[in-house]
Every structure is written in C-alpha cells, then in structure tokens.
C-alpha cells in the first residue's frame, strides 16, 4: 500500500513546457497510486496572467494522452492553484508565502514545501535568494529546492550558482535533478551489484577490457536548435548523465547502500578522472554535426530552425575516459552521445577480458544493461538474455518481469524529493570534479574550427568514432 505523502509545490515556471509534459503528468500518477491524496497543493508561478480555473484547464489538458477518467483528472486538477509572478519582486514572494500557508492549512500539508525551478537557469540564484530574505521556508516541515539542468555552463557559472544557491539553502536540501537517474534500471545498479558478487568481484582493472556508454537519440534537434547552439551535445549529454552513469557503474563498492556512502564513492570515483592536456583533446574525443539522410528528406543540423547556417556545434561527441585509481588504472571508458542515430538506445556495455574465465564465465563475454528504450529494460550476456544465457556472473533480478511497469523517471525523483532521499540526486562535488574535466574539451573545441557536417542522419556517428576505439584494438559493441 502506498504511503501518502503531503507537501506544498511552488513550481516557477508552472506555465511552461518542462511542467506541462514532465511534471503535472509524473504528479498525476503519483495521484492515481495514493502517493499524493489529499494533503498536497500545487502553485503554478509564471509571468503569465492566468487565472486558477484556466491553469486547472492546461493542467488537465497536459494529462490527456495518460488516462480517459475525466472526472479523476479535474479532482486532481482542484489541487492546482496560479499566481502570476515577477521573480525580480519581492511584493509577489511575500504574496506566494501567504497563499502556501493559506493552501497548507487546507490541505493540511504539514508545513512541507517543494520549490521546484522549472524555469531559465539565470533566474536559479534570484528566486532561490528571495525564497530565503522573503521567509517562505517553512520551520515546522521540510523544505526542498529543486534544480533542473543545465547547472552552469563550466565550472566558473557553476561554481557561481552554487555559491548563490548555499546562501539560501544548505547543500542537503538542494535536489540536483538529472533525470536518467530517475530511470529504473540505472536505480537498480547498485542493487544488481549486491546481489551479483561474482559480477561486483569482476568489476575492475583485472577483468574489465573496456567500459562503454551510449546514449543514441534517432530524432534531430527538433525545436531545440537556440537551445543546442549554446549547449551542445558535450554539455546537454555527457557532462551530467553519462558520467552519472559512469558513477553508477564503476564507484566503489558503497559501504552500504545509504546516500551518504554512495555518493561518497561517487565523489572519490570523479575525483580520480584523469583531466586531459589540451593537446590530447583530439586524441581522446571526437565529435560530429549531422547532415541529411542518405535520401535528402531529413534536415542537416545547420538547416533546422534556430541554428547558425556554419555552426560549428556539435550533435555527437564520443570520447575515452580514465581515471586514475586503483580500481580502474588502465581501463578505458568510451562514452558516445549523438542525435540522428539509427535509434534511440541508452546502454552500458561492460566489456570483459580473458581472464574472467576464473568465474566460470567465458573469456571476452559482454554484460550488457539497457537503459532505454522503455522495452529495453534488461540485462544481455553476449547479446542473449541473462535468463537465457546459461552462465551465473550475473542473475538479477529473478522474475523476468521485474523491469515492467517501472516507474516513469520524473515520477520516481519526486517521490525521493518527498521522501528526503537523495541518493538519485547529483551532489556539487561531483559536479566539479565532471565541470572540470568537461571544460578542457570544449575550450579546445571552441577554439578551433571543424569540418562540419560529417554524419549522415541515421547513421552511427562519424568514422572518427570507430577509429577512437580501433587505436586500442576494441570495437563498439552496440553498432546497429
């Protein structure tokens, strides 16, 4: 039976896209499973005009594609409260405070509040300042600020976030939301490894060839071309889930499974990344623009909407990482991330050599964990089922449909913010030791002009990327 959870949502931004499409849909289901009942409130803030009934009306709207029960979207919509807001005005932080004490002792929501910035990372450290000098945190219950990427640029504006960020709120209640670590099977690596010893045991520089992350995206940019052109797939992609990913992977063995030891083996993992010279940028990573497609129907990257007609941002990059402990010394990471792949794919593919026979195993298997699609959520050996791979390095979980019906990633995050967990949260010292090394690339990148574009939509990447794995006698095990 689900345990009910209360608190108020301040959400800044409550007119846009990110709550409509993630956010009131994720709270939705929360509703329908009695997560959230009766003790909870949620305030839309934006500059728009709205009135509550016109808000209740997009809300509702934004649900539509989940459920057919009309009647069981409006009473949850009734939740649902506007405010329109300035976040530069002090007047419009003190109103916000008074209609979430109002709503609190409605709702009996037990003095909780949820501050959730769903709006242009600029106005991070302005809201979170007024949140704090205008007295909407609440003393009785607890009070959660909540953080959606991008987090800086490089570490200089991160850094600079973060300091405006600690003024307000202490680093334990700062939520960083990334959401590929709201994804089922990424949640379940620590478990997998527990309850896998001869796996954990194999998960080292004695028996681990290589380690690669992919992250492949069949769709272009779409409407996001200004956003990318500032971005680039470096930041949006690899600078936070693919090394979160990598930190599930490969940080030690946590002394238990608690957040505090996980994301202390975190910390110490990152910390050991071997930054690159800026002369060895180009012989560790590579990246790539898509073109069209080999019929001329799909757009290349500089004819979308938005972008620079010479642009020179990337929309793939692949790339090998070290890292320089004891656990890994010598192990390469190849992490990839590209728009206009053959299909959407998120994998991690562990890659063993010869000497993992010692299990039983045979030499050179590959473990894979399929991240995404949403069918996608399993565990290959060689390209074959665990459950059908007649080998014992690696049995979870025993009933094959354990991965069905997983939560939705937004909806599981929320339910952790609510919950006070922060396991599947990003920490800033994680966050400055993957800035740091992120920035060494692009400023090399940045400062010289490449040869753009050099993909064909729907194919795997440029060649450079084969040949960053070919140098090092490996090859990519997911190659379409």
């Known amino acids: 039976m689900a345990k009910e959870k209360s608190a108020i949502f301040i959400i800044f931004g409550g007119s846009g896209d990110l709550a409509h499409r993630k956010l009131y849909p994720a709270l939705y289901r929360l509703y329908k499973a009695g997560i959230l009942k009766d003790h909870f409130a949620v305030i839309g803030t934006a500059r728009r005009p709205w009135s509550d009934d016109y808000f209740r009306e997009t809300v509702v709207t934004s649900l539509e594609d989940l459920d057919d029960d009309k009647q069981k979207m409006e009473d949850f919509a009734k939740h649902f409260f506007y405010q329109s807001h300035n976040v530069n005005d002090s007047e419009h932080y003190i109103a916000l405070k008074e209609l979430a004490a109002k709503l609190d002792d409605q709702f009996e929501a037990g003095h909780n509040r949820v501050y959730y910035m769903a709006i242009a990372p600029r106005f991070f450290g302005t809201v979170a300042e007024h949140i704090n000098s205008e007295g909407l945190k609440t003393e009785d219950g607890f009070n959660r600020l909540v953080i959606e990427k991008p987090f800086g640029r ?17 680093e334990n209640e700062i939520y960083r939301i990334d959401h590929y670590l709201g994804k089922k099977m990424i949640q379940e690596i620590p478990n997998i490894r527990l309850k896998n010893p001869k796996f954990e045991k194999a998960l080292n520089n004695k028996y681990v060839s290589n380690i690669q992350v992919t992250l492949g995206e069949s769709l272009g940019v779409e409407d996001r071309g200004g956003y990318y052109e500032t ?109 206009r792949m053959p299909a959407k ?113 729907g194919t795997m990447g440029p060649e450079a990327a084969d040949t960053l794995l070919e140098r090092d006698g490996n090859s990519w095990v997911w190659d379409d």
């Open 345 to 457: 794919s998120s994998r991690i593919d562990i890659v063993f050599n010869d000497k993992v026979s010692e299990f039983g195993v045979n030499p050179n298997t590959t473990v894979s964990l399929l991240i995404e699609p949403e069918e996608g959520h399993s565990i290959l050996v060689n390209g074959i089922d665990y459950q059908s791979s007649n080998q014992d390095l690696i049995k979870f979980p025993e009933d094959k449909t354990y991965f069905d019906n997983a939560r939705e990633a937004y909806e599981s995050l929320i339910i952790d913010i609510l919950s006070g967990d922060r396991v599947h949260f990003t920490l800033w010292d994680e966050l400055q030791s993957t800035w740091k090394y992120i920035d060494v690339i692009r400023e090399k990148w940045d400062s010289e002009d490449t040869d753009f574009p050099n993909y064909l939509s």
């Open 154 to 170: 490089d570490l200089a504006s991160a850094s600079e976030l973060n300091d405006d960020l600690s003024k307000a709120f202490p």
């Open 231 to 339: 971005a680039g797939v470096l930041r949006d992609m690899v600078q936070n889930h693919i090394m979160q990913i990598i930190g599930s992977i490969a940080m030690d063995t946590p002394e238990e499974l608690t957040a505090k030891a996980i994301h202390k083996v975190k910390t110490d993992l990152f910390s050991s990344l071997d930054v690159l010279e800026p002369e060895e940028v180009n012989k560790s990573f590579v990246r790539g623009q898509y073109d069209t497609d080999r019929l001329g129907k799909l757009n290349a990257y500089r004819d979308e909407d938005n972008v620079d007609d010479n642009s020179n941002i990337e929309t793939y990059a692949a790339g090998k990482l070290e890292f320089n402990d004891e656990r890994w010394s010598g192990v390469p990471f190849y992490v990839r991330s590209g728009k």
